[in-house]
């Protein structure tokens, strides 16, 4: 759950508030973003901000991956290297299905959300 604190500033017009929208570079191959039921596919996970937010560094992002519509998950492997995150799902036997992510960015500021994208992309 995102808290933030607010205030009227009779001197200030807008202030940006400090939300992240989680963002994904999904597998595809076929243009269609629907990977193939294979294991070791890479997510690359980043984040943006609310108008006129910059996020700061994000930390450690966790993922998880679903085929049966969150009911159970399992996490994805995370690594970062020159300041991008990917996730390595596994989809092994997953022919035919629909995949649900649940991602939890968080950035140096201790900034997070936590984001369920249902159907986020198919598995043929």
Do not use: C, W
Not at 9 to 15: A, C, E, L
Not at 78 to 100: C, D, E, K, L, Y
């Amino acid at each position: 759950m995102g808290e933030f604190t607010s205030k009227l500033d009779g001197s200030v017009y807008s202030r940006d508030i400090p939300i992240l929208f989680p963002r994904y570079d999904l597998p595809g191959g076929d243009g269609l973003e629907t990977p193939a039921a294979t294991d070791g596919r890479h997510i690359g996970l980043t984040a943006t901000g609310h108008a006129g937010h910059t996020p700061v560094a994000l930390t450690p992002a966790g993922l998880s991956s679903s085929h049966d519509g969150g009911t159970t998950r399992t996490g994805a492997r995370v690594s970062q290297q020159g300041g991008r995150r990917t996730a390595t799902v596994n989809h092994a036997g997953a022919t035919g299905r629909q995949v649900t992510l649940k991602s939890e960015p968080t950035d140096a500021r201790d900034e997070s959300v936590t984001q369920i994208v249902v159907r986020a992309y198919d598995v043929r």
